[in-house]
């Protein structure tokens, strides 16, 4: 099968469009023909060296496809053989066939095409499990989505917004500003010209929940304009994962400071958030209530082009790998 390789860490100029073994499921597996994947910001760190896979994964790029299911192992049932899906993945996912289990499989959402689809699983498990399982965020309360314009930061405004919930988000240009403003956010915040601290003190007094993927320099300002009983979670350290800070916000205001991992979770852990995935946000795309941001799709042979996009920031939602 054709997939995207590369033999060493580097810039996107280490990736090259090659020939592999297709992979060999076990009895508890099934296999996916691939129609696309998406790009995300872990294939970035993996390709440079810093976001290793887990033990036994591929190590291929790529943590969520969409395709068809064509093989299948022993104790997979019947039922999933030829079916049009999509899949959260750990690793695999930039090549023509990938095998995963079930626990992270999801049938096509109501409208949502088998390319488009591919942009859905890694942000949709992420968002669910840390906003509405760690975070309990409920309706009446008011979410910060730091990095509003990527996908990550999208998918929380448009489950949010499918919800009732408000949201305030933080972006870094003035067209993302405007376009997280045309979501629904009620106060978008384009960090390089304004401090998020100071105007979400003066214009809302406080947030309850925060999804931060930027960690640094971040973290003080946030336990700050946290109201009490809020709940801090770090998904990412784009600045650094290294701070000096001072913790008294989080004794006063008994705050609640978490962060996850999707990728090395189990299958156990990942099927439960699956299933919460087709029990509540299924409905809100059969409802027309979300509907995907996807700011480019990009052709199998310009995977170099797509990761040099997303690292300039310039991607206003998700990016998809056709393959």
Not at 24 to 47: H, T, W
Not at 291 to 307: C, G, P, Q, T, Y
Request: hydrophobic fraction near 40%; include cysteine; charged fraction near 25%.
């Amino acid at each position: 099968m054709k997939a995207v390789l590369f033999d060493n860490y580097g810039d996107s100029s280490v990736m090259y469009c090659g020939e592999i073994e297709q992979p060999e499921i076990n009895e508890d597996e099934v296999l996916i023909k691939v129609a696309a994947a998406g790009i995300n910001r872990p294939d970035i760190l993996q390709r440079q060296g810093s976001y290793p896979p887990p033990a036994g994964a591929s190590r291929i790029l790529g943590l969520e496809v969409s395709g068809k299911i064509i093989k299948i192992g022993k104790n997979i049932s019947l039922d999933f053989l030829n079916k049009d899906v999509c899949a959260l993945v750990t690793g695999g996912g930039y090549a023509e066939y990938v095998k995963t289990t079930v626990s992270t499989v999801l049938p096509l959402p109501k409208g949502v095409n088998i390319i488009e689809a591919a942009a859905i699983p890694e942000t949709f498990f992420t968002v669910w499990t840390n906003l509405f399982d760690s975070g309990s965020l409920k309706k009446n309360e008011t979410l910060l989505i730091h990095g509003g314009a990527s996908g990550i930061g999208i998918t929380a405004a448009l489950i949010a917004k499918a919800m009732g919930i408000k949201f305030v988000a933080t972006v870094g240009s003035d067209k993302k500003r405007k376009f997280l403003d045309s979501v629904g956010s009620d106060l978008t915040i384009n960090y390089k010209e304004d401090d998020f601290e100071k105007l979400i003190k003066d214009k809302l007094s406080g947030v309850d929940v925060i999804l931060d993927i930027v960690g640094g320099e971040y973290f003080q300002k946030n336990i700050n304009i946290l109201n009490k009983f809020g709940r801090l979670i770090n998904i990412a350290y784009l600045q650094s994962p290294l701070i000096k800070a001072n913790l008294l916000p989080i004794m006063l205001k008994r705050l609640v400071v978490t962060g996850s991992t999707l990728r090395v979770r189990s299958d156990e852990e990942k099927a439960v958030i699956r299933d919460s995935l087709i029990s509540n946000v299924w409905p809100l795309f059969e409802k027309k209530s979300i509907n995907l941001v996807i700011d480019k799709k990009f052709n199998f042979d310009d995977v170099k082009k797509a990761h040099e996009y997303m690292e300039k920031n310039q991607n206003i939602g998700k990016l998809v790998l056709k393959i």
